[in-house]
């Protein structure tokens, strides 16, 4: 009895940072049909899509090596999404992307009860492994970066799509 009326009452406690539809600021919700959305919005162009979470060990470390490859790099197109399996808070989020220097990159929280929905629509293959970051190129062609990148290979990619532009 005393581990449901705890369970309950974390899921009540958790609700509203998972279901909230407000408008969170410069961090937009990631919901049914976003991926649609901003794939749309960037078509035709190169695009970094960095997925990460706030408790991901690995994410924790990366982040402010992207701050730094933002800063390196003006108009990036670096889309970041926080898809943690866990619940975050969105001003924990806004602190990580703060800290990180990422609060130029266009981001993102998912925003859903039901995350797999969300990475579904994104790769139906995804497990939900972050971090994880996808280089789309102009035209769509994708390449997946699962664990920690390697910044040498983004920036040889940038370059080479730079090149397909001219």
Known sequence: MKRWLALALFGLVLAPTIS???????LRNFVRGSWQQLRQA????????????VTCGPCRAEMPRW??????????????????LVPNDADAVK???QQSGLTKAENWMFDDDFVE?????????WQGD?????????????????GVVDFAKV????????????
Do not use: C
């Open 67 to 84: 701050g730094q490859f933002l800063k390196q790099h003006p108009g990036l197109p670096l889309v970041t999404i926080d898809a943690d």
């Open 155 to 166: 920036s040889a990619w940038l370059n080479h799509e730079d090149k397909e532009s001219n």
């Open 117 to 125: 929905r969300l990475r579904y629509e994104i790769d139906p293959h």
């Open 95 to 97: 602190s990580m992307l």
């Open 42 to 53: 960037h078509a035709g162009a190169p695009l970094i899509v960095h997925f990460w979470g």
């Open 20 to 26: 909230s539809s407000a408008p969170m600021d410069d």
């Open 130 to 146: 972050i971090p994880r970051t996808l280089l789309i190129a102009r035209d769509g062609s994708t390449t997946t970066i699962d």
